[in-house]
């Protein structure tokens, strides 16, 4: 039996979840340190918004969201408020990758909370395996938390996040929600 390459599997891993960063709590300095090139266009379009409190936190998202795929997003914010209030996009990509190919989806959030930021990012690529194939590639650590109307949530290991696994025929769609801090 042919093995696959771990860097291969590595790629899907961060796709599930957010294998090296990410999670609740984890600083934004961490997070923009795995993806920089893809979160510089989140936090373009943030900052010309005026959103400056919170743009760390939402550019790292959007890099994590994003890694990986040829992308393209539209920020909004408040227009009379903008750096006071939530800063949300709304993300198109194509993946290109040995193990995931075409289409997905993401929303990235970043808003201001007391000294600090608080946000998340939900993303939603479908996968060409059975959602029991993809089970085998969750992080290590993950387990199962829920079962939502038939949907099963997993805890990702390491405090990376949850995902829900919806069955598609033989394909798998894999809605992955991390949180991210920044700040106090």
């Known amino acids: ?4 390459p771990k860097r291969r599997l590595t790629a899907v891993a961060a796709m599930i979840g957010v294998a090296f960063a990410g999670g609740a709590g984890v600083s934004a300095l961490a ?3 795995a993806a920089p090139a893809a979160a510089n266009l989140f936090q ?5 918004l005026g959103a400056k409190t919170c743009t760390g936190l939402y550019s790292a998202l959007g890099g994590l969201v994003a890694q ?4 393209a997003v539209r920020t909004q914010t408040n227009k009379e408020s903008p750096d006071t209030h939530l800063v949300r996009g709304t993300v198109g990509m194509t993946y290109n990758l040995p193990e995931l190919k075409g289409q997905a989806a993401g929303v990235v959030l970043a808003a201001p909370r007391g000294k600090g930021c608080e946000g998340q990012f939900v ?6 395996r059975t959602c029991q194939q993809m089970v085998g590639l969750l992080p290590k650590g993950s387990a199962t938390k829920a079962n939502l109307s038939g949907v ?6 390491g405090g990376q996040g949850q995902a ?4 598609s025929g033989q394909s ?3 809605v992955t929600i991390t949180d991210g801090t920044q700040g106090a």
């Not at 039996?1 to 696959?4: K, S, T």
């Not at 990986?68 to 992308?71: I, M, N």
């Not at 829900?164 to 069955?167: D, P, Y």
């Open 164 to 167: 829900l696994m919806i069955a």
């Open 31 to 33: 997070q923009q340190a």
């Open 172 to 174: 798998c769609v894999v």
């Open 44 to 48: 373009e379009q943030a900052t010309k």
């Open 123 to 128: 993303r939603v690529a479908p996968f060409q």
């Open 1 to 4: 039996m042919a093995r696959r």
């Open 68 to 71: 990986g795929s040829t992308h």
């Open 152 to 157: 099963p949530l997993y805890e990702l290991g």
